[in-house]
Structures are given as C-alpha cells and as structure tokens.
C-alpha cells in the first residue's frame, strides 16, 4: 500500500472480516500492578454497601438503584495523582447527576421517546468528549449513559426527579470522602495520561453521537424496554480510536455479555435478597477491576450482572429471563450497528491505518 493510497470502505469492511482479529480480540494482556484496581474496587465497594444500606433503612428506599448508580463515580481518576483524583471524582459525580436529572426531567416533562433517545444520544457525544479532554481514566462516558438511560425510567412528580437527583448526589459525596480518605494508598503515576488530541476528541464524539441515536431508535422500533443498553453497545465500538481496536472490543462486548446475561440470569433467579444483591454488588465490583485488564471480555461476563442487578434494584417488579435476553439482544444490536457507523464515518486515515496493521 502506497502512502497516497485511500482505501474504500469495502476494502476496509473486507479488512475487518481477516480471522486475525479474532485471534487478536481473544488475547489476554499481562496486569503489571493489581494494586491500584484492588484499592479502586475496594473505594467502590465501599461506597455500594454503605450507601444502599443506608437508602434502604430510610423513607427512600426506592432511590436505591439511583443511589448506586452514584457510587460508581469512585471507579473515576486513577490514573491522575492524589491531589487530582478529588476533582476528577467530584467532576464525575456532577456528570452523573447531570445525566440523571436531565432525562428524568424529559421524562416528567413527557417528551416523546425518540425525543428522549436523541437527547441522550447528544449527552453521549458531550459525556465522551469532557471524559476524554479532563484526566477521568476508565471506565469513561459508558457510566453517565448508563445512568442516563435509567433516568428514562417513569416519573410521577418533579419532586420525584429532584429526589433522584439528590440521592445520587449525596452518594457521590459519600464516595468522594472514601476517595478521599483511603486514596493515599493507591500507588499515583508519576505522569498522568496526556489527553487524546483536540479533532480526534470532536469526531469521536460526533460518531458517538450519531450512532448512539441510530442503535437507540432501532432498538425503540423493534420494541425493545431498554433502548440505553443498545446506546452503550454503539459507544463502546465508536469510542475506539482505531477501526482494529473498534472490532475487538465490538467481538469481546458481544461474548461478555452473552455470557455475563446467563450468570446474571443466575443470580436474579436465585433471589438472592436486598443483602444478598448488595454483597453481589461488592463482589462483582472487586472481580471486574482484578480482570478487565486482561481482556475486556472477562470484565464483561462480570458487569453484566452488576448493571442488571442495579436494574433489578431500581425495578423490583422485572423478571430475571427478560432483562438478561433483552442485554444480550440490545449489545448485540447496538455493537452491530456501531460498528457500521464506524466504517462509514471513517477517514481516509482511518482505512489506511486498518491496511497498514493488516498488512503488518
């Protein structure tokens, strides 16, 4: 291949198509330092229980599931030094709120649905782009769509959105002061990450933004409850700076979940109870942080029924079948349709990029 040489989309689906990537998706990396994702899960875990405790023993009880969609922010800033790492989880705590209290706002409000699908396909561009031009570090903007596709869930009253806001609010607060009082013993890098370069974080976003929505309504047409989940398949593949990266996190998404809907399916059809789904939480919290690293996949068989069990804290009345079939069927939609939207808004840097890590 020539350097003035610009491959067509069809030459780059056909790229895409080679069984190395298989190979390559299917590798696991070496953890160097299990440290620093032992302490993170640890500050998370913390949080989890001590905030759904508490949620519960009050008159709120049924802001549990926004209440640890709050705890999550604890994953944030770890990559930054100690002094950092505060307004990097305060930062994130404000996202998540944000993301909350603004689809639940347009859901009391009764925008239409697909009116819903794109603000949050909008909020999905802006949530990667601050992720990525602030020193946030994983698990990045996946966390405040997530939280934003909950907060479609019906609202009864304004004061019902100003008491999901609130709940995870206070819950952010409360994992800022774990952060806060146990981080001097994570091991801080000695130079944070840079930040990926300014065009690249704006078409990144704009892809995102694009295929977020068309994964979303699609989802929505084909009937099914839970079109943020087809949202967050999408944004994993778009978010990818390489179509070659794109693919293997798109394939270890879409192995991850399936397998991760079946232990999720496990767990809720036991009926492990409020404390039981609490000490799940924790666990699977610790899990995902000791193995993610090693390949996304592994991370994925464990989040999926982290993200179901929230889901079935939020909505008692869901039945445990449904909601892992519906994960799996979404994934696959929003991963599909991701990664087409990938390849067609690909540049021409892009496509010469995938010829040349083939050809290598």
Do not use: K
Not at 168 to 178: F, S, Y
Not at 191 to 199: G, I, K, R, S, T
Not at 203 to 211: E, F, P, Q, S
């Amino acid at each position: 291949m020539t350097a003035t040489h610009a491959p067509r989309r069809i030459e780059s689906l056909r790229h895409l198509m080679h069984p190395m990537h298989l190979r390559q998706s299917a590798a696991v990396a070496r953890q160097p330092r299990l440290a620093v994702p032992l302490l993170i899960s640890a500050q998370a875990g913390i949080t989890t229980a001590l905030a759904l405790l508490a949620v519960l023993a009050s008159p709120w009880a049924s802001l549990v599931g926004f209440a640890a969609l709050g705890a999550l922010v604890a994953l944030f800033g770890r990559g930054v030094t100690h002094r950092q790492r505060g307004w990097v989880v305060l930062a994130a705590g404000g996202l998540q709120v944000s993301a909350i209290a603004g689809m639940s706002t347009l859901t009391w409000l009764g925008v239409p649905v697909w009116g819903q699908l794109l603000a949050l396909a909008v909020m999905a561009g802006l949530f990667f782009f601050a992720s990525t031009s602030a020193p946030f570090g994983p698990p990045g903007a996946l966390i405040f769509v997530f939280a934003g596709s909950a907060g479609m869930m019906p609202v009864t009253s304004g004061l019902e959105v100003l008491e999901r806001g609130a709940a995870t609010a206070a819950v952010a607060l409360l994992a800022l002061a774990v952060v806060l009082s146990t981080d001097w013993l994570r091991p801080a890098p000695a130079q944070p990450e840079a930040p990926m370069p300014l065009p690249a974080r704006r078409m990144i976003a704009l892809r995102v933004a694009v295929g977020t929505a068309l994964a979303m309504l699609v989802s929505h047409a084909a009937g099914m409850d839970h079109p943020g989940w087809a949202a967050m398949g999408a944004q994993v593949v778009l978010q990818g700076t390489h179509l070659h990266l794109s693919l293997n996190r798109a394939m270890q998404r879409m192995v991850g979940t399936l397998f991760g809907a079946g232990v999720a399916w496990v767990c809720l059809a036991s009926d492990p109870g409020i404390v039981g789904v609490i000490l799940l939480l924790v666990a699977l919290q610790v899990a995902t942080e000791l193995v993610i690293g090693a390949n996304y996949a592994f991370g994925q068989v464990l989040i999926t029924p982290m993200a179901l069990l929230m889901m079935a804290l939020a909505s008692p009345q869901a039945e445990a079948g449904a909601l892992a079939t519906e994960r799996v069927l979404d994934t696959f939609l929003g991963v599909v349709i991701g990664m087409g939207v990938a390849l067609v808004l690909s540049t021409i840097e892009d496509r010469r990029a995938l010829a040349r890590h083939c050809a290598a």
